[in-house]
């Protein structure tokens, strides 16, 4: 499971040097999907990991306003802060883990029950989806999205040697 952590956070540094080329302008221009605007939905994908990551510590989710990270400078230092969290927990993961049951109650009052092992793909697999998202921006913009190539980033232990 790590190898598709590490993999999601190379490909959005690859997009935060990608977005260093737009104007703020660009960022946060109203387009179609996703959360409205490149810069919101890299922000989105930064909350949610992190959100969903404290939830199965069994911490407090401290969700953030996006309009105090309204900026890529911003989102990146975000980032930055949420990551030593995620990866520490990523990087601690060990098969005892995955079917550990997660507990939420909805709205509605209904308890859903998840391992751990499906939230873990889950907040991987939304990054993948926004990632798309922003890959479909980028070509509307006229320009070469971010590879979303997984082989050739040297994730593997092979490729270690």
């Known amino acids: 499971m790590e190898i598709f952590f590490r993999y999601n956070w190379m490909v959005r540094q690859d997009w935060y040097r990608w977005c260093e ?5 660009e960022l946060l221009q109203n387009r179609t999907g996703g959360l409205g605007n490149i810069l919101h939905t890299l922000f989105h994908i930064v909350d949610v990991e992190w959100s969903w990551i404290r939830l199965l510590q069994g911490k407090t989710d401290c969700q953030e306003s996006f309009d105090n990270f309204n900026s890529l400078h911003k989102v990146r230092k975000l980032d930055a802060e949420f990551h030593l969290e995620v990866e520490n ?4 993961w060990d098969a005892s883990m995955e079917s550990q049951l997660y507990y939420d109650t909805l709205q509605d009052g209904s308890i859903v029950t998840d391992t751990w092992g499906e939230v873990m793909r889950h907040i991987i697999a939304h990054e993948i989806h926004h990632i798309g998202q922003l890959s479909i921006w980028a070509r509307e913009l006229g320009r070469k999205p971010i590879t979303a190539n997984l082989i050739g980033r040297g994730l593997s232990s092979y490729s270690k040697k």
């Open 21 to 25: 080329e737009l104007s703020e302008e």
């Open 89 to 92: 927990f990523v990087n601690n």
